[in-house]
C-alpha cells in the first residue's frame, strides 16, 4: 500500500517564476492538505481540498493556489516567488468521516524548494 | 486564533532515561491532539493521536501521552529511551469545525545519547 507521495523531490527556480507541486494521495484518502515548513519551524497550513474544492485556507496569499483532480491527487501552485518561499512543501493526505472534526493525516516526504 | 506552544527546543538524554515533552495549546472548543515525529532524513509520522475518551492514550514505540483538558495541554511520555528515539518531535492539534487545518507546534529536538 503506497503513502503519500510527492514529486519533485527538490527544486530550483529563480525570484519571480512559477512552480507547481504535485501529491498523490494515501490509497483510500480523499482529502489533501499542504503545509510549508521553514527551516527549524514547525509545518504551516496553507489550505485543504477536499471534493475538488479548497475547505480551508491559512494565512497566505493568494499566489499560493492548488486543485484537487477526480482521483483524489493534487497541485500546489506558487506563482511570483520570493525568496521567502524556499522551504520544504509537505503534502498530507486523510479520509474526510467527518466535516467538524480535524481526522488523522499522513505526510508525504515532502518537495524541498529553494528560490534563488 | 489557535497557537501551540512546545516548551522545550532541544531536549538532551542518555539512553533509558525518562522522557517528557510539554506541549499547551490555545483554542477554547473541542480539539483533536496528535504527535508526530520525525526522524533524520525520513518524513513526518504519526505517534500517536487523541480524539475523545481516556485521555491517556499510548502510541508506537512505547510512547504515549496524556490530555489534560484543564491545562490545555498534551504531553508526551516514554519511561525509557533509546538512542534510536533521536529525532524531532511535533505537537500539531486540531479544532472542531476549523476545516481539517493542523495547528503545530515549533518542535523539540531529542538527542538521546547512547
Known amino acids: 500500500d503506497a503513502g503519500v507521495t510527492q514529486s519533485p523531490t527538490h527544486l530550483i527556480k529563480t525570484r519571480g517564476q512559477q512552480v507547481t507541486l504535485r501529491c498523490s494521495p494515501k490509497s483510500g484518502h480523499d482529502t489533501v492538505s499542504w503545509y510549508q515548513q521553514a527551516l527549524g519551524q514547525g509545518p504551516q497550513f496553507i489550505f485543504q481540498y477536499y471534493e475538488e474544492e479548497e475547505r480551508q485556507r491559512g494565512n497566505f496569499p493568494d499566489r499560493f493556489s492548488g486543485h484537487q483532480y477526480p482521483n483524489y491527487s493534487s497541485e500546489l501552485n506558487v506563482n511570483a516567488l520570493l525568496l521567502g518561499d524556499s522551504a520544504l512543501y509537505l503534502c498530507?493526505?486523510?479520509?474526510?468521516?467527518?466535516?467538524?472534526?480535524?481526522?488523522?493525516?499522513?505526510f508525504g516526504p515532502g518537495t524541498r524548494l529553494t528560490v534563488l | 486564533a489557535q497557537s501551540v506552544s512546545q516548551h522545550n527546543h532541544h531536549v538532551i538524554l542518555s539512553e533509558a532515561a525518562s522522557l517528557e515533552l510539554g506541549c499547551n495549546y490555545s483554542?477554547?472548543?473541542?480539539?483533536?491532539l496528535f504527535w508526530y515525529v520525525q526522524y533524520p532524513g525520513q518524513h513526518l509520522q504519526l505517534l500517536l493521536k487523541?480524539?475523545?475518551?481516556?485521555?491517556l492514550v499510548k502510541g508506537i514505540k512505547g510512547f504515549e501521552a496524556e490530555f489534560i483538558k484543564s491545562k490545555f495541554s498534551f504531553n508526551l511520555r516514554k519511561p525509557s529511551v533509546q538512542w534510536s528515539d533521536t529525532a524531532e518531535y511535533f505537537c500539531?492539534?486540531?479544532?472542531?469545525?476549523?476545516?481539517?487545518?493542523?495547528?503545530f507546534g515549533q518542535g523539540t529536538e531529542l538527542s538521546v545519547k547512547p
Open positions: 487523541y480524539f475523545s475518551g481516556d485521555p
Open positions: 498530507a493526505s486523510s479520509w474526510t468521516s467527518d466535516l467538524t472534526s480535524t481526522d488523522t493525516q499522513y
Open positions: 500539531a492539534v486540531g479544532g472542531y469545525n476549523q476545516g481539517g487545518k493542523l495547528i
Open positions: 483554542y477554547g472548543g473541542t480539539v483533536n
